[in-house]
């Protein structure tokens, strides 16, 4: 059997490519609109990569966006960021007003706040929200709203298919943040590329089983079905535990060690489907990576500072809308691996070759995220 050296070498020198694909968090801005007394406030953070990628902020190219060249860039920020947002209150349109400008860090980096001011009509019945921050640009792009009405704390998500959303204030309940929070949840896996890729090394050798240093196939679905059934619930467990944990902020991970953590989760699941040097069964290899999967996941619900009802709301219906996501993948994956199983292309080109494709992919987003750099655009 070969020794866990080889698999740590292995992983060091993929380490050493210089290529790069992207696999970090999604883009998203957030918006904390409360209402103080007859009036709205709205406090708006946008990421400082997205309002480069906007307006250009970084003026001496050197990678690093300071205070001053932000302040430098307040007008052209402002003049941006209120033309792709639109308050209306009982049918007549809000003039905003940016009162300030601040800076907060979230997990995955430093954003600018604008804190709004809006003319909005006293105490209005409903609140008409329409938003197109970067889709234009990215139609991964979100929009997270809070909205604090002083009795309820309500959670919407705006993207390039719902960019407009209506609140009425003392009306919310608890299942709009549940229902919008379930499909972001399906879509925070489908485009979460790190970890479709995890959950891909997971699958890929649950057709076929280790015998005498060998794969070899399994010879009816079931043992296959039975095997994958063990990884997607150990890894839902754990994940479910550390997200849990993680927006509740009993345990705090800093972002960028998390990302990298995942990285190298799917390196070493990588290397073990070419080397087999654990025992370990697949479905304890799931779970303990499971748990570091689980803080990325919670990057979404942590940084838009959900409290209360809406939080537990918000984290049952992203937990489960991140469970159906994974299990679509698995109904359509599991199946053609089965009826490939025999096959050169499934053990040499799937299971040995895309492993390793898999492991260098996995390689250079470490490097990527260790080092902050950026090369390919996806």
Request: glycine share 6%.
């Amino acid at each position: 059997m070969i020794s866990v050296r080889i698999v740590l070498g292995c992983c060091l020198l993929l380490l050493g490519l210089p290529n790069s694909c992207l696999g970090h968090k999604p883009s998203d801005s957030y918006l904390r609109i409360e209402l103080q007394g007859d009036s709205f406030v709205t406090e708006w953070d946008i990421a400082l990569k997205d309002l480069e990628i906007l307006v250009g902020l970084d003026a001496d190219q050197d990678g690093n966006i300071t205070w001053r060249e932000l302040r430098h860039q307040r007008q052209a920020i402002v003049a941006h960021a209120i033309s792709r947002i639109q308050f209306t209150a009982d049918g007549v349109e809000c003039c905003p007003r940016i009162r300030d400008l601040l800076v907060c860090t979230h997990s995955d980096g430093a954003y600018a706040v604008l804190l709004i001011d809006t003319n909005c009509p006293p105490k209005p019945r409903s609140l008409k929200i329409c938003y197109s921050l970067l889709f234009d640009v990215d139609p991964t792009h979100r929009g997270l709203i809070l909205f604090n009405d002083g009795q309820q704390v309500t959670t919407h998500i705006l993207s390039p298919n719902a960019n407009t959303v209506e609140i009425r204030p003392g009306r919310a309940t608890s299942a709009t943040p549940l229902a919008e929070f379930f499909r972001e949840g399906i879509w925070h896996i489908w485009i979460g590329f790190d970890h479709i890729l995890f959950l891909l090394t997971l699958l890929a050798p649950a057709v076929v089983v280790s015998k005498d240093g060998t794969w070899r196939s399994v010879p009816t679905f079931r043992p296959a079905w039975t095997s994958v059934l063990k990884v997607v619930t150990m890894f839902t467990l754990a994940h479910s535990i550390t997200l849990w944990l993680a927006v509740m902020q009993y345990v705090t991970i800093p972002g960028s060690m998390v990302e990298s953590a995942i990285a190298f989760s799917i390196i070493v699941s990588a290397c073990l489907n070419l080397f087999r040097v654990s025992t370990l069964p697949s479905w304890t290899v799931a779970f303990g990576f499971g748990l570091i999967h689980g803080f990325g996941f919670a990057n979404v619900l942590s940084d838009l500072g959900l409290r209360h009802l809406a939080l537990a709301s918000s984290l049952l219906g992203f937990n489960l809308g991140v469970e159906v996501g994974q299990l679509a993948i698995v109904l359509v994956v599991l199946p053609l691996l089965f009826l490939l199983r025999d096959s050169k292309l499934y053990h040499w080109g799937i299971l040995r070759g895309g492993s390793v494709l898999v492991a260098v992919v996995a390689a250079v987003w470490m490097y990527e995220r260790i080092l902050n750099v950026e090369i390919l655009p996806f």
